[in-house]
């Protein structure tokens, strides 16, 4: 079985799905043993979702819209 | 990569649509919202500049992330190289570093307490102490679902480097949010011990 160091530095590979086939088994099997590397792999997922909040609320504000409107209006006009 | 059928979108009906899409990313990057705006723009007349070679006008979402990247790269070249001499300090561990210093000792859920502290302002200047490299991967990864293989793709990188970008860039996100925390007073702990 894998060690848990190893596990560790495989987790953000495997919630990006850049893990090969057996790579991504030795893991299961690995996280199926160690309740440790399961904290790790909530702790990650947690992480992420902060990333995922953390811009939400930066839709275009309204004046900032207006200017980029009208650049692309702009440059679309000149095809 | 297939022909758009029918007649082909304009520039302005092809991007519009994206322009939240971009706003986001670009605040991401950035960190601030002038220079998020800013960093819209360039990407924006350089689409325009490049637009006679995009061929899906249908799905331009990567090929807009890809010019706005690069306009990116373009400003951080500079601070990209710093890589080559900086340290990110790969045996650190935040999930270990939160239980050893126990900074919640009457909680039974001391890591979400610690995700806790963070407002997404906060978060955003976090990312901010990432190499641009490493922010660049991270945040696709993490935040816009692309793969490894994608981001080399936009980045024009081998999908290794990426991997490596990745491995890299969270630690150096896990260490960024623990000295945060330690220099901001959001934790009482670990004052000198990074």
Excluded at chain 2, 58 to 64: A, F, G, I, K, Y
Excluded at chain 2, 83 to 91: F, I
Aim: proline fraction near 3%; glycine fraction near 6%; charged fraction near 30%.
């Amino acid at each position: 079985m894998i060690s848990c160091r190893e596990a560790v530095a495989r987790l953000w590979a495997y919630l990006d799905r850049n893990l090969e086939r057996l790579q991504e088994e030795e893991l299961e099997e690995h996280l199926g043993l160690c309740r440790h590397c399961c904290g790790e792999l909530e702790f990650a997922r947690h992480i992420r979702a902060l990333l995922r909040r953390s811009g939400e609320a930066a839709a275009l504000p309204g004046e900032t819209r207006a200017r980029i409107e009208a650049l692309i209006r702009e440059l679309g006009g000149q095809r | 990569m297939a022909e758009a059928a029918g007649p082909a979108l304009s520039y302005e009906a092809c991007v519009r649509p994206h322009l939240d899409y971009l706003y986001g990313l670009a605040v991401r990057l950035c960190g601030k919202r002038t220079d998020a705006e800013d960093l819209l723009q360039d990407a924006l007349l350089r689409a325009f500049r490049a637009f006679g070679t995009l061929r899906d006008r249908e799905h331009p979402r990567r090929w807009l992330t890809r010019v706005l990247t690069s306009a990116f790269y373009d400003r951080v070249r500079v601070e990209m190289n710093d890589a080559l001499h900086r340290s990110v300090g790969e045996d650190f561990d935040l999930f270990d570093k939160i239980a050893e210093e126990d900074p919640f000792p009457y909680s039974d859920r001391v890591h979400l307490d610690f995700l806790d502290l963070f407002d997404d302002a906060q978060i955003l200047q976090v990312l901010q102490g990432l190499l641009p490299q490493y922010r660049v991967a991270v945040i696709l990864a993490c935040v816009y679902d692309f793969t490894a293989r994608e981001i080399g793709a936009i980045s024009g990188r081998p999908v290794g480097t990426v991997l490596s970008w990745l491995h890299r860039g969270r630690k150096q996100l896990e260490r960024e949010l623990w000295e945060y925390a330690v220099s901001h007073h959001l934790i009482a702990r670990g004052e000198g011990d990074t």
